[in-house]
């Protein structure tokens, strides 16, 4: 019955008469909703304008609950628009080791944020922040190597890449975004390589050890919010 918008609607609707509580009923009834208004695919619904009108609305009234559902909502549908683009070209393995990348990076960062709530599509907000969230991601899990900043590098831009090409982002948010990396990179790299070398060095009492992280991450690690 896939793509039988018509032939799925009653039985998705006397699924969700007959329980009112089934999640999984209710949230493909909304699906279908969606798709019979909006038309497009499955994937054009993972994909489809956040209502920020209504999160800011919640964020209001202070219904944090219902702010955070909706976020996460919204998160969980775009990476999972992302999966389904890279299931084409990527092996099940190189893809696992992506979104395990994306979903430990986003999670750090929302940690971080000060806001009422952090779509990762507010791309202006990494790309504004990237060098404060980078000094405090080598800072928070140490021993961070060359592979791993590469490995978040194609991880992000594969995902913004797909957002940009379902709208979601602009494609000068991207472009931004990527160059902004691409010349950051270096940067980090080196500070990386230089607190590798002195975190762990027993002859460094913690005031020094202090010291050399102000002057690597400049102050970013002090601070436990961007």
């Avoid at 209001?60 to 559902?69: L, Q, S, T």
């Avoid at 090409?165 to 390589?193: A, C, H, N, Y």
């Avoid at 050890?209 to 970013?220: K, Q």
Wanted: glycine residues 6%.
């Amino acid at each position: 019955m896939a793509g039988d918008l018509d032939g799925a609607a009653p039985l998705l609707e006397r699924a969700a008469v007959r329980d009112p509580d089934d999640e999984v009923a209710s949230l493909r009834l909304s699906i279908l909703e969606h798709l019979r208004d909006s038309g497009g695919t499955y994937s054009d619904y993972l994909a489809r304008p956040a209502d920020r009108e209504e999160l800011d609305r919640l964020a209001d009234d202070e219904d944090w609950e219902a702010v955070e559902e909706l976020c996460s909502e919204y998160n969980r549908d775009r990476l999972g628009a992302w999966i389904q683009d890279m299931l084409v070209a990527e092996d099940v393995a190189r893809l696992t080791d992506r979104v395990s990348t994306l979903v430990g990076f986003f999670n750090f960062v929302s940690g971080l944020s000060q806001g009422p709530y952090l779509l990762h599509e507010y791309l202006d907000f990494f790309e504004a922040r990237l060098e404060a969230i980078l000094h405090k991601f080598v800072f928070k899990f140490g021993d961070v190597d060359e592979k791993m900043i590469d490995e978040l590098h194609d991880a992000l831009c594969s995902f913004f890449g797909c957002m940009a090409s379902k709208g979601v982002v602009r494609p000068g948010e991207l472009q931004d975004f990527v160059s902004g990396f691409e010349e950051l990179k270096p940067t980090i790299l080196d500070k990386m390589k230089r607190y590798n070398a002195v975190r762990h060095d027993p002859d460094l009492d913690e005031a020094e050890l202090e010291a050399i992280r102000e002057e690597i991450f400049e102050g970013d690690h002090l601070w436990p919010f961007l």
